[in-house]
């Protein structure tokens, strides 16, 4: 099927509003880009920043695009999973079977504590490997087509990578992974260490930053371990909306 391009975009400060996110996507679709990757918050680390409903802005960008694929994150231990399914379901069905869900532990323990959840690492994890069988149980009863499972992980930390070798794929993400991009070397430790895991071909998706005119350069040696997946990173730390849609606007590498 060959390397896939998506624009990764938080759902937090002034990139929080679902009209934006959706109109990004919509810009995302008509320049060439494959998918759309959208963080999920409740609060973030910057006080008064506003965050928008990352399960609402999916149903807006399936309604509003015909081709993307919808890359939601979902942080399942801190979600009622019945809820999850149902909405996941809905936005499986408004898209025309174009949603993967990335389920993840998140990054915030804030965003447990504050609203009464425990904000242990250990028994976030438990939460998501129950929630995750939970989850495709629920949609088998329901009759769902099968809507792809990513999972989030942290490398070096292992209980990630072990998660997504029994799903479709994997995300994993890197110490300063904002400041340079991931070591090709050590997302093809990460890539084989699942790989020899997994009984299938699971998905590699990695976070990133590209020069318009170098992207293919840049990404290449990405594609030579394997990746599935180039997430393109756009938020505040690359510059405000307008920067973002300037780089969506200048397109995935031909």
Wanted: charged letters at 20%.
């Amino acid at each position: 099927m060959g390397l896939k391009y998506a624009v990764g975009l938080p759902t937090v400060g002034e990139f929080g509003n679902v009209g934006v996110l959706t109109d990004l996507a919509v810009s995302a679709e008509q320049h060439g880009w494959d998918g759309v990757q959208l963080w999920d918050h409740l609060l973030y680390h910057e006080p008064g920043w506003p965050v928008a409903s990352s399960t609402v802005t999916a149903a807006a960008i399936a309604a509003r695009t015909s081709r993307l694929r919808i890359i939601l994150t979902v942080v399942l231990p801190r979600r009622q999973v019945q809820d999850v399914a149902q909405d996941t379901a809905a936005i499986a069905a408004l898209s025309g079977g174009r949603l993967t869900v990335v389920g993840a532990i998140g990054s915030m323990e804030e965003e447990y504590a504050a609203f009464g959840l425990d904000p242990d690492l250990r028994a976030r994890g438990r939460a998501l490997d129950e929630r995750l069988g939970r989850l495709t149980g629920l949609w088998s009863d329901w009759g769902v087509d099968r809507v792809p499972i990513w999972c989030g992980a942290r490398w070096p930390n292992r209980p990630g990578l072990r998660r997504a070798a029994r799903f479709d794929g994997v995300m994993p993400t890197f110490a300063d992974q904002r400041l340079r991009n991931v070591a090709v070397a050590d997302l093809a430790e990460a890539a084989a260490y699942v790989r020899r895991l997994s009984t299938g071909q699971p998905d590699l998706a990695v976070e990133g930053a590209t020069d318009p005119a170098r992207a293919a350069e840049q990404i290449a040696p990405y594609g030579d371990v394997g990746l599935s997946w180039w997430i393109e990173a756009l938020g505040w730390w690359r510059g405000d909306r307008a920067t973002a849609a300037t780089r969506i606007a200048a397109g995935p590498p031909s």
